[in-house]
T-cell receptor, first 110, second 114 residues
C-alpha cells in the first residue's frame, strides 16, 4: 500500500486542454514535493510546498497543498506536448525518508 | 544535467550474481540517497548516507548494502541477485542532512537480472 496515492494513473489529453493530478494520503506531511520524470532520466524537482493551504505557481503549473497537509494537487493549464512525462509527488516521512507516490503518466498529444 | 553521476548506466547479469552500482554526488553535497524504481513498486527509498554515516534506512533488503566513502561517492552492492531485483536504481544527492534541501537525481542504473 502506497503512503501517497496518486490519481489518475494515466492521462492522455490533447494540446491546449487543462488537467489536474491529485496526491492523497491519510498521513500528515511536513512538506510535499512534486517531481517530473522523463524517460531515461531521473526525477527533477518542480516545487516544494510546506504550509497548509499554500498555492505555488510555476508558469502554467499550479500546485496546492491541502489545509490539513495530507493532500496536494497539480493543475496544468493549456497543456503542451513538452509537458509529457511522469509526475510524482513525494512527502517527508519518518525523518529523512522521502516517500513517493506511484506517479501519473501524462501524455499530451499535438 | 543534475551533476549526479551514476555508473554503469546499464547492467545485465544472471541470478545469484553480485553487482556494485556507483554514485558520485554533486560537488559539495554531503547526502546521498539510493532509490529503486520498478514498474510495480514505483520509486522506493532504500537508504541514505550523510558525510559517510548511514542516516536513514528504507525498504532495503538484507542482500543489499551500501556505503559512502571519504570522498563522498557512494556504492550500492546487490548480492544473490534475483529476477525481481531487475529495476532502475537511482542515486540522489543533497546538501542537507534532512529533507529541507532539494534532491538532485542521477540518470539511474538499469539492472537486468536474467
Amino acid at each position: 500500500t502506497q503512503l501517497l496515492e496518486q490519481s489518475p494513473q494515466f492521462l492522455s489529453i490533447q494540446e491546449g486542454e487543462n488537467l489536474t493530478v491529485y496526491c492523497n494520503s491519510s498521513s500528515v506531511f511536513s512538506s510535499l514535493q512534486w517531481y517530473r520524470q522523463e524517460p531515461g532520466e531521473g526525477p527533477v524537482l518542480l516545487v516544494t510546498v510546506v504550509t497548509g493551504g499554500e498555492v505555488k505557481k510555476l508558469k502554467r503549473l499550479t500546485f496546492q497543498f491541502g489545509d490539513a497537509r495530507k493532500d496536494s494537487s497539480l493543475h496544468i493549464t493549456a497543456a503542451q506536448p513538452g509537458d509529457t512525462g511522469l509526475y510524482l509527488c513525494a512527502g517527508g516521512w519518518d525523518g529523512n525518508k522521502l516517500v513517493f507516490g506511484a506517479g501519473t503518466i501524462l501524455r499530451v498529444k499535438s | 544535467d543534475s551533476g549526479v553521476t551514476q555508473t554503469p548506466k546499464h547492467l545485465i547479469t544472471a541470478t545469484g550474481q553480485r553487482v556494485t552500482l556507483r554514485c558520485s554526488p554533486r560537488s559539495g553535497d554531503l547526502s546521498v540517497y539510493w532509490y529503486q524504481q520498478s514498474l510495480d513498486q514505483g520509486l522506493q527509498f532504500l537508504i541514505q548516507y550523510y558525510n559517510g554515516e548511514e542516516r536513514a534506512k528504507g525498504n532495503i533488503l538484507e542482500r543489499f548494502s551500501a556505503q559512502q566513502f571519504p570522498d563522498l561517492h557512494s556504492e550500492l552492492n546487490l548480492s544473490s541477485l534475483e529476477l525481481g531485483d531487475s529495476a532502475l536504481y537511482f542515486c540522489a544527492s543533497s546538501l542537507s542532512v534532512d529533507l529541507t534541501g532539494e534532491l538532485f537525481f542521477g540518470e539511474g542504473s538499469r539492472l537486468t537480472v536474467l
